[in-house]
């Protein structure tokens, strides 16, 4: 059994599935990795993790902070799987990355490493506390805004190549038409001169 889809609705159907893929990855995008195996740290993670800013994009919570962007965010995010593993809990962890951890924590092997490579600023502010500018307050002004501009110009350029792959057969069929209709005209011309 062939079915027969017009080519309108073939174009609608394909804009709604490129839509359904669009809207279903980015309900997936902000998810992140973790090495921790138990539900309750891993909840512990999400929340903290949500809560906290990416540290080389400030406008995103460290959740959504991609690794391969951003060592830093990637190595802060082990150290706060070290803390959970402590056994601290999301709400001390947020407080003491707004007031400092204290000098204990420079036992940890991701604030040795960061002391060790020079990165002194963060290892600082992980000491002292980098104070209420840590916490996440995401303005996806801009996120959102690129994000729809892109899909409209997805949507335009797949309209204009629709309509080009369509278009030369109107053309011919109207240049066809009117090259008969010029014909009738000259002949009915040359009938009236004869």
């Known amino acids: 059994m062939k079915l027969l889809i017009s080519s309108k609705l073939h174009k609608k159907i394909l804009i709604l599935l490129l839509g359904l893929l669009i809207w279903t990855g980015s309900s997936h995008a902000d998810s992140t990795f973790t ?74 092997p991701i604030i040795a490493k960061f002391i060790e490579t020079g990165n002194q600023g963060m290892a600082q502010g992980v000491i002292m506390g980098f104070g209420p500018d840590i916490l996440a307050k995401p303005d996806s ?14 949507i335009l350029l797949i309209y204009l190549y629709l309509k080009r792959r369509t278009a030369p057969k109107a053309a011919i069929a109207t240049e066809s038409e009117n090259h008969s209709s010029f014909d009738k005209y000259i002949s009915e011309i040359e009938e009236k001169q004869k």
């Open 35 to 108: 090495n921790l195996t138990d539900q309750e740290q891993i909840r512990t993670f999400h929340n903290v993790t949500e809560r906290i800013r990416c540290i080389c994009i400030p406008s995103i919570a460290i959740k959504s902070c991609s690794f391969n962007n951003c060592t830093v965010s990637a190595k802060l995010k082990l150290f706060i799987e070290n803390r959970i593993r402590a056994g601290e809990s999301a709400d001390v962890i947020v407080d003491k990355m707004i007031h400092g951890f204290g000098q204990d924590v420079v036992s940890d």
């Open 141 to 154: 002004s801009w996120i959102d805004f690129s994000i729809a501009a892109a899909a409209a110009f997805g």
